[in-house]
């Protein structure tokens, strides 16, 4: 497996969750990354993105509430969730920033209650 993320939970809304990403050292170091969302009867979207050097973009959804990081040491990205609101609820997904993308896995799903 490339890419597994964890992390994911039944939160209630305003909540917080930390979701993790795991990598192989190669994708790591080579490959800007990202977290993405699907939500059930929607597109997988982009949420936040990480650069090789550490810059980060987030969706306007995202901002001000998550923050994306990554640890060289552990070959892992993250996904600090704040203030988590109900359309937050979705599976999450690690992955490249851009195509070609690696297998998705089956991601980790986020469920915000209200």
């Known amino acids: 497996v490339q890419l597994q993320a964890s992390g994911g939970g039944l939160v209630q809304a305003g909540g917080s969750l930390r979701l993790s990403c795991v990598t192989s050292?190669?994708?790591?170091?080579?490959?800007?990354l990202a977290w993405y969302r699907q939500a059930p009867g929607n597109q997988r979207e982009q949420v936040a993105t990480?650069?090789?050097?550490?810059?980060?973009d987030y969706a306007a959804s995202a901002k001000g509430r998550f923050a994306i990081s990554r640890d060289n040491t552990k070959n892992a990205v993250y996904l600090q969730m704040n203030s988590l609101k109900t359309e937050d609820t979705a599976v999450y997904y690690c992955?490249?920033?851009?195509?070609?993308?690696?297998?998705w896995g089956r991601g980790t799903q986020v469920t915000v209650s209200s």
């Open positions: 992955n490249r920033l851009e195509p070609p993308y690696l297998n």
């Open positions: 050292g190669v994708i790591f170091r080579t490959n800007a």
């Open positions: 990480i650069s090789t050097f550490g810059r980060t």
